[in-house]
């Protein structure tokens, strides 16, 4: 069964670094999002993303994060300058007529 | 305002115990339903989904659900939990196929060999 991969599956970055997080969804999917996962706490939404542009953001997703689709394959999500606050797991899903919601594996960002 | 409950934060079980963990949900309009179970150190796995027909639901290990639209729950069962059964399960709700999901705050389960 087609999976949402993401990498890199852990980061450490210093506070205030810019760091990208890299998911290739399930291909022929059109709807692509993003999670996050605060330690001991629960899946928040961040964004939706459905044809080239954001459908719906979570008030997390504030000017310093953004979503980019730069090809064909990839779906990005960046943090322009990271805080402590942003270390937690980051989910890609992507959603379409065929496998349904998927998520993919995960990205550990870590703060430092 | 959309938002999912699940009645448990921690359930401890031995080997061979049922299952029963509660979630019920708030949200208007057609509703699609999840159970996800993730591992210790591992990402989020579905056990099962309900979007339609019939509301008892097989998922995958052995786990059931049940959705009661008249009281707005889709409790998980599994009639005899191992201690690979071990981990965090969480309760989403969806409306349609392309909406954010929605969790619940998760219910860790720990089973005692």
């Known amino acids: 069964e087609p999976e949402v991969t993401q990498t890199p599956s852990h980061q450490v970055t210093q506070m205030g670094q810019e760091v990208i997080l890299r998911c290739v969804p399930i291909?022929?999917?059109?709807?692509f999002y993003w999670y996050r996962q605060i330690l001991g706490q629960k899946v928040e939404f961040l964004v939706s993303?459905?044809?080239?542009?954001?459908?719906?953001k979570s008030e997390i997703f504030d000017d310093q994060f953004s979503v980019e689709r730069p090809d064909g394959s990839n779906f990005t999500l960046k943090i322009r300058s990271t805080k402590l606050e942003d270390s937690a797991m980051y989910f890609c899903?992507?959603?379409?007529?065929?496998?349904?919601?998927?998520f993919g594996s995960g990205t550990r960002l870590t703060v430092v | 305002a959309q938002s999912v409950s699940q009645h448990n934060h921690h359930v401890i079980l031995s080997e061979a115990a049922s299952l029963e963990l509660g979630c019920n949900y708030s949200?208007?309009?057609?509703?699609?339903l999840f159970w996800y179970v993730q591992y210790p150190g591992q990402h989020l796995q579905l056990l099962l989904k309900?979007?339609?027909?019939?509301?008892l639901v097989k998922g995958i290990k052995g786990f059931e659900a049940e959705f009661i639209k008249s009281k707005f729950s889709f409790n998980l069962r599994k009639p005899s939990v191992q201690w690979s059964d071990t981990a965090e399960y969480f309760c989403?709700?969806?409306?349609?196929?392309?909406?954010?999901?929605?969790f619940g705050p998760g219910t860790s389960l720990s089973v005692i060999p």
């Open positions: 309900y979007f339609s027909g019939d509301p």
């Open positions: 899903a992507s959603s379409g007529s065929a496998y349904g919601y998927t």
């Open positions: 993303f459905y044809n080239n542009e954001i459908s719906e």
């Open positions: 989403a709700v969806i409306g349609t196929s392309y909406d954010k999901v929605i």
């Open positions: 291909s022929n999917h059109l709807y």
């Open positions: 949200y208007g309009g057609t509703v699609n």
